[in-house]
């Protein structure tokens, strides 16, 4: 922790974004730190401006949150802890704006599809915004707008908009999950399951990857993640980044890893922490 009275957390958005939302149930009682990139949130833990940095990984609607996998190893921080977030879709306008007032929203790309059926019910026409939060701040300071936005709740509270519709969002099974960070490694037993994330890049040898898999079905270990990518601008050099449920000092977790380190170039653990409440 750096020396600042009241720690703070980072996050990638302006204040009222999901992953706001993500600090506040994670981490209630520090200052949350907006950041402009995820580049911006690591170099806010490293410079000591925030205390961690609270990361999205993953969505169960878009998959692997983009350029996330390169940035972690890279990043000098250690995973803490997850969190897990549904992400439910606000129409929010300002004070006094009924419903029936607003035919135009903004919002994040990637929110605008997920409200497509309830836009279309009410005749709203959408267009693209940089970030959902950010645009709850900037209608909060139009007088007279009968304009809408689409974001979490959080961002209406904040910006001291008007929920209109909430919950609009077509699935209802929407979750992103977020990795807490910190400067310190911290592989302390805490509740139930164990989590350990790795990355590594499998040798230049034949069925390197079933060999290297091999040891984690040998001694039971339920591998939970596996997705590849690419570094370094090469379709050879692929890596690989896997969660596992266990902890490196449990026998059969240790003998995995040390099988594994056999049929790989590189091998490095960038967390060890609990399994949150919220994985499904």
Sequence with gaps: MNA?????????????????????????????????????????????????????VENTTYGRVADIHRLLPESGLHII?????????????????????????????????????????????????????????????????????LASEVAADIHGLEVLARDIEDLDHNTTRFLLMSPEIDETRRGGTMLTTFVFEVRNIPAALYKAMGGFATNGINMTKLESYMVGGSFTATQFYADIEGHPEDEDV????????????????????PASDGRG
Excluded: W
Excluded at 26 to 36: F, G, L
Excluded at 254 to 273: P, W
């Design 254 to 273: 240790a003998r995995a890893l040390e099988e594994l380190g056999y049929f790989t170039n590189m091998l490095e653990v960038l967390g060890v922490y």
């Design 4 to 56: 600042q009275t009241t720690p703070r957390i980072a996050f990638q958005g302006a204040l009222g974004a999901y992953s706001h939302e993500a600090c506040l149930q994670a981490r209630p009682e520090m200052i949350p730190v907006p950041c402009t990139t995820f580049e911006g949130v690591i170099r806010a833990v490293r410079e000591g401006r925030a205390d961690l940095a609270m990361l999205p």
């Design 81 to 149: 802890g997850e969190a897990f977030v549904r992400v439910r879709i606000a129409l929010m306008a300002r004070p006094g704006v009924a419903l029936g007032d607003v035919k135009h929203v903004r919002a994040h790309l990637v929110l605008l599809p997920q409200a497509r059926s309830f836009l279309d019910q009410h005749g709203i026409t959408s267009e693209p915004a940089a970030d959902s939060a950010g645009a709850a701040a900037e209608l909060a300071e139009i007088a007279g707008s009968t304009d809408g936005v």
